[in-house]
């Protein structure tokens, strides 16, 4: 593994509400490498977008710690795309935000852009353009400020079948090409599989690392990986592992 830029240390999380104390992470450990593709899967409810919280420090462990190297940039279920500004307004979004609204990152913004195939589009309204189209359009409007770590919550869950396999496809080829270090929640097996350099799978809840997987594939496209011959064993062991 390259050199940890974010790791978890026996980190539990209790919430506590009127009805009691919810336990939804306990003794979870696991660390990300510089520019790698972290996957994790997980049983419906055990807490996963809960750990990309506590990655961010969104939310505060109760025990343990949650150790990082890094700024964060957070892609979401939605694109969540303004419709009343062009796409390059959305893109410069975070620097306005962050305070880092100059010439030359809104240059470096538009570059990516037009690198990434949106040139095209920068004077368009969202609502202008395809699903698969904003999702490109919000992974840039991330990658606008320049951020260490990625986290990306189910990114692709809103889109349908065929659109969803062209922009993981786009997505990993934007994140790879800018040597990004990702960490992606999903609960599509075949995504995890198809995009990711390890992939770690939880328990139910309290949610822990129960397995930790090397994905052995000779290349990372996602189509090409769907495509090789190691692709239904992995899935085959997957399922098999979030249904014990």
Not at 5 to 31: C, M, P, Q, W
Not at 65 to 90: A, C
Not at 120 to 130: K, T
Not at 141 to 152: C, G, Q, V, Y
Request: proline share 4%.
């Amino acid at each position: 593994m390259n050199k940890q830029i974010l790791a978890f240390h026996d980190v539990s999380l209790i919430y506590h509400t009127v009805r009691g104390e919810t336990t939804a992470a306990k003794n979870l450990t696991f660390s990300v490498g510089e520019g790698e593709f972290v996957a994790i899967i997980g049983p419906s409810g055990c807490g996963k977008t809960t750990l990309l919280s506590l990655a961010a420090g969104l939310l505060k462990p109760s025990a343990g710690e949650v150790e990082s190297h890094g700024s964060f940039g957070y892609m979401l279920q939605k694109d969540e795309l303004f419709p009343w500004r062009t796409i390059e307004k959305n893109i410069y979004l975070p620097l306005e935000i962050k305070r880092k609204n100059t010439a030359q990152n809104r240059a470096q913004a538009r570059e990516l852009a037009v690198k990434y195939g949106l040139g095209d589009f920068l004077q368009s309204y969202p609502p202008q353009l395809s699903g698969g189209m904003r999702q490109r359009a919000a992974l840039i409007r991330t990658l606008a400020s320049d951020p260490d770590i990625l986290l990306l919550d189910e990114p692709f869950s809103a889109l349908d079948y065929q659109t969803r396999l062209n922009v993981t496809s786009d997505v990993s080829g934007i994140i790879r090409g800018e040597g990004k270090t990702a960490l992606l929640i999903t609960h599509d097996i075949s995504e995890a599989i198809s995009l990711a350099d390890r992939v770690l799978v939880l328990t139910k809840r309290p949610a822990r690392v129960a397995f930790t997987h090397t994905m052995d594939f000779a290349q990372n496209d996602p189509l090409k990986r769907r495509e090789a011959h190691g692709f239904s064993g992995w899935f085959e062991i997957l399922w098999k592992e979030l249904n014990e």
